[in-house]
């Protein structure tokens, strides 16, 4: 994957920084408006709810620009998401590409034709699980200027755990969470219950933060990427993060790593 240009990582950590100071729906549309500028789509929609075996029951969303019809066929009259994209997503947890012109041996022709029946030409998306897996949210980004580049896939993983934690932030989203029974989600009462992760963890954290792969981890800290990845294994079961790129985003919100 190609690595961001120094224009690119600056407008991702502006936007990383504003999802952690993010206590309104007004400064969270901000993060939007700023994303969309880096991304360059013209439909976006997210949403958060309940994982349940292998679906989620949605609880709360928001969309912008997205036909409305189009949302109603992606969920149900249960408020189960059927999106095939959000489908693959769940079994991977890795984002999810569609390009309708390079789809054809990755989707069934009726899927193709759903999408483009609603002029969406390209899609990605990607999610995190949270709260001992129960909480799921899910982020689309469709018809992306001049089609999905690498940097794109890149700025995706990197960005969605912090809009993550900015959106299940806001008050709506926050009302909606709470009324649900701490049973049904397994939620952590205290941060404190999380195991103190230790120097060279968080020194490996932080590189992770700036995109640094395995092997470049284990180069700069003279130590083998195996070690490396053990050191993930650790970090990600302390922080209850789903991935490593998660356990960032928790790590940068609760101070342990810092923005450079």
């Known amino acids: 994957m190609s690595r961001l240009n120094e224009t690119h ?21 901000a993060i939007l408006h700023r994303t ?9 929609a997210c949403g958060v709810g309940i994982r349940k075996d292998y679906s989620m029951q949605s609880i709360s969303s928001l969309n912008e620009s997205f036909p409305s019809d189009f949302m109603s066929t992606i969920v149900d009259h249960t408020g189960q998401v059927i999106s095939p994209l959000f489908l693959r997503w769940l079994e991977t947890q890795t984002p999810q590409v569609l390009d ?14 759903f999408y483009q029946k609603f002029n969406i030409q390209n899609v990605i998306s990607h999610g995190v699980l949270d709260c001992g897996e129960y909480c799921t949210s899910y982020f689309g ?14 700025l995706i993983k990197m960005l969605v755990p912090h809009l993550h934690s900015a959106y299940t932030k806001m008050p709506s989203v926050q009302k909606t969470l709470s009324s649900l029974t701490s049973k049904q989600l397994k939620i952590k009462k205290s941060n404190n219950q999380e195991s103190t992760l230790s120097d060279r963890e968080v020194e490996v954290l932080q590189w992770v933060f700036i995109g640094k792969s395995n092997q470049e981890i284990g ?29 960032a985003a928790k790590a940068l919100q609760r101070g342990i790593i810092k923005l450079e």
């Open 219 to 247: 180069d700069a800290l003279c130590i083998s990427r195996s070690t490396i990845k053990n050191h993930l294994q650790n970090i990600i079961q302390k922080l209850n993060a789903n991935n490593r790129q998660h356990a």
């Open 100 to 113: 309708i012109e390079h789809a054809r041996n990755q989707f069934t022709t009726e899927q193709i034709d």
């Open 36 to 44: 969309k500028m880096l991304i360059e789509h013209e439909m976006f």
């Open 141 to 154: 980004f469709a018809n992306i200027k001049n089609g999905i580049q690498d940097h794109h896939v890149h």
């Open 9 to 29: 990582r600056q407008n991702a950590m502006s936007i990383i920084e504003l999802c952690l100071h993010a206590n309104s729906m007004v400064e969270f549309e």
